[in-house]
């Protein structure tokens, strides 16, 4: 679930990646229908965003 | 890092830190841990614009974050600033957290990482050995809870575990029920007037759901209040015979907390068995909102969204509180984009729930109307399941929107949903007898349950903006696939949504809805 924080007045977008049972259960189900495979990554990986120059030195 | 590197570390340091002490009157050295702020009552009900302190980030369940410093004039200059791999795979479904410089995730298994927000430098980590024999329907958490000098999380073994938030030290952990009875929890403690709120999931293993309150400070049982009345109390009588004490109702997403009201509010999710017919009645409170008063857990005030449910509809995310005008007045609303395909919006008082409005946001073959006054739905009987029964309908089991929760800007006034279009199911029920711990849907996945796409579908996926005031949708962003993101709206007037199966993290124009970063 994305949030946003600031730290030193510096405003940062943070998400994690990485999908679960029923978000698989619904892609198997629509590559049946949809007669291919699709293949997600799994993710497992915090990831924070931020304007350029906001990378902490 | 070896000993020699250390000490000239350590040196280094101490010719910084007292330049910063000559220089400035606070001092903080960049090897310890950034301090920890106490989070207060005062701080949850109002938090800084920096912070996001709970789940949605304010009690109201708005999931808006103030800062605009990020807007529609630069977000295409996003950059990832840094990145850190939690060590597990399955949904990560949690929020950040942060206080003041300090965040904390939660993972799939439990653990509990505490990072510097600035640079992801890991501060301690919790991991939990969970029991041999737990069976994980859900591996997965949705984050944490603060207060005071606490962490609170709730895991999948069905225990809240309070840890120091400086340290990662556990503090206390107490069982909320037994695991083995198919009780468990995702959800993220509510946490407000000193007590940390949860609710339990275990709606397809014939649980008889309920939230509890545990005092922040020693883990004691406060309050604890059932999903499912008891013979003798209000409500027990929708249900037949015993089928009460395995109805499910769990309660597995975060309630919002109205500060003003004292009260809770909390989502409820679906009946078991799946099958309606096998348990005639309405099902108090199965798929309803409650408000619980926060002191005491006494229910002051529920709606039902639909009765005898039959879809696997769970109704459990938690209502935003907002307020609407409509007919020259402003609404203490309740708004729900609900998982049965409807937008419900509801009156909120110290004693009363009472309908107001309800529209599909998604094809909906199901309702073929509602009660004007009370919003209660008639149903096709040709689009109920039944035992031996078999029947289509949509939205599909995963509802116009499952557990991902749409988001609110008082800027805009907009309420975002993610939600899935042209998605519908076919199921057909069975007997099915109960078992401790086991699976109580009476529904067999292999033969009886299949999803397929409405005629003439040419996208799956939305994000859907709405003015509530006027029950417009404003814009929908379409997605070829499907969509299983939580919606974060911002003061930049922005609003980021993940969840595609295409890798992207992408923002949009809150006001127009046009892609401006992915």
């Given at each position: 679930m994305p949030t946003s924080y600031a730290v030193d007045g510096v405003q940062y977008v943070a998400v994690q990646s990485g999908w679960g049972v029923d978000a698989q259960l619904m892609q198997t189900m629509l590559d049946e229908i949809l007669g291919y495979t699709t293949h997600v990554p799994q993710g497992g990986v915090l990831w924070v965003f931020g304007l350029k120059g906001a990378v902490p030195q | 890092m070896s000993v020699a590197t250390m000490k000239v570390v350590c040196v280094r340091w101490t010719m910084v830190t007292a330049l910063i002490v000559a220089l400035t009157p606070t001092t903080m050295t960049a090897q310890e841990s950034p301090a920890y702020s106490p989070v207060t009552d005062d701080r949850l009900v109002s938090p800084e614009?920096?912070?996001?302190?709970?789940y949605r980030r304010t009690y109201d369940g708005w999931?808006?974050?103030?800062?605009?410093?990020?807007?529609t004039k630069n977000?295409?200059?996003?950059?990832?600033v840094w990145s850190f791999s939690t060590g597990v795979t399955e949904g990560h479904q949690a929020p950040p957290i942060v206080n003041d410089g300090v965040m904390f995730i939660t993972t799939p298994e439990n653990q509990i990482l505490a990072l510097d927000?600035?640079?992801?430098?890991?501060?301690w980590r919790y991991r939990r050995t969970l029991p041999d024999d737990l069976m994980q329907l859900h591996p997965t958490n949705r984050g944490v809870g603060l207060f005071g000098d606490k962490v609170y999380m709730a895991t999948v073994d069905a225990y809240v575990v309070a840890l120091d938030?400086?340290?990662?030290?556990?503090v206390w952990e107490k069982a909320?029920?037994?695991?083995?009875?198919g009780y468990y929890m995702t959800l993220a403690p509510l946490v407000a007037r000193g007590k940390v709120m949860v609710g339990v999931s275990g709606g397809e293993l014939g649980i008889r759901g309920f939230i509890q309150a545990l005092?922040?400070?020693?883990?004691?049982?406060v309050w604890k209040t059932y999903t499912i009345p008891a013979?003798?109390?209000?409500?027990?009588?929708?249900?037949?015979?015993?089928?009460w004490q395995t109805g499910g109702a769990p309660a597995w997403i975060t309630g919002s907390y109205d500060p003003d009201l004292g009260l809770t509010f909390w989502g409820t999710g679906n009946p078991g068995p799946w099958m309606g017919d096998a348990r005639p009645g309405?099902?108090?409170?199965?798929n309803s909102v409650m408000a619980l008063d926060?002191?005491?857990?006494?229910?002051?005030a529920y709606h039902q969204y639909?009765?005898?449910?039959?879809?696997?509809?769970?109704?459990v995310s938690a209502p935003i509180l907002m307020d609407v005008e409509r007919d020259g007045r402003t609404i203490k609303a309740l708004v729900h984009a609900g998982r049965n395909g409807y937008l419900w919006l509801l009156e909120r008082s110290e004693d009363a729930i009472t309908f107001v409005d309800g529209e599909p946001y998604v094809r909906q073959?199901?309702?073929?109307?509602?009660?004007?006054?009370?919003?209660r739905p008639e149903y096709d009987p040709e689009r109920k399941p039944g035992v031996g029964i078999r029947a289509s309908f949509c939205?599909?089991?995963?509802?116009?929107?499952?557990?991902p929760p749409a988001a609110y800007s008082p800027k805009t006034g907009y309420v975002y949903i993610p939600a899935n279009e042209n998605l519908c199911a076919t199921m057909e029920g069975e007997e099915v007898a109960y078992r401790p711990?086991?699976?109580?849907?009476?529904?067999?996945?292999?033969e009886d349950f299949e999803v397929f796409l409405h005629e003439?579908?040419?996208?799956i996926g939305e994000l859907q903006a709405w003015d509530i005031n006027t029950g417009e949708r404003v814009w929908t962003h379409e997605f070829e696939f499907q969509n299983w993101g939580p919606v974060l709206a911002t003061g930049g007037d922005l609003v980021f949504l993940g969840g595609t199966n295409d890798r992207y993290f992408r923002a949009f124009d809150a006001r127009s809805g046009k892609l401006l970063w992915q």
């Open positions: - | 614009p920096e912070n996001w302190l709970m999931g808006y974050s103030p800062l605009d410093q990020i807007n977000v295409a200059e996003l950059v990832p927000a600035r640079t992801g430098e890991l501060l938030a400086k340290s990662g030290e556990v909320v029920e037994d695991y083995r009875n005092d922040a400070e020693s883990g004691e049982v013979p003798g109390e209000p409500g027990n009588d929708t249900w037949p015979g015993d089928s309405d099902n108090l409170y199965t926060a002191d005491t857990g006494e229910l002051k639909h009765w005898n449910g039959s879809w696997d509809w769970d109704e073959n199901v309702f073929t109307g509602l009660d004007p006054s009370t919003g939205p599909s089991t995963w509802g116009g929107k499952d557990w711990g086991q699976f109580f849907t009476g529904v067999d996945f292999s003439g579908a040419d996208h």
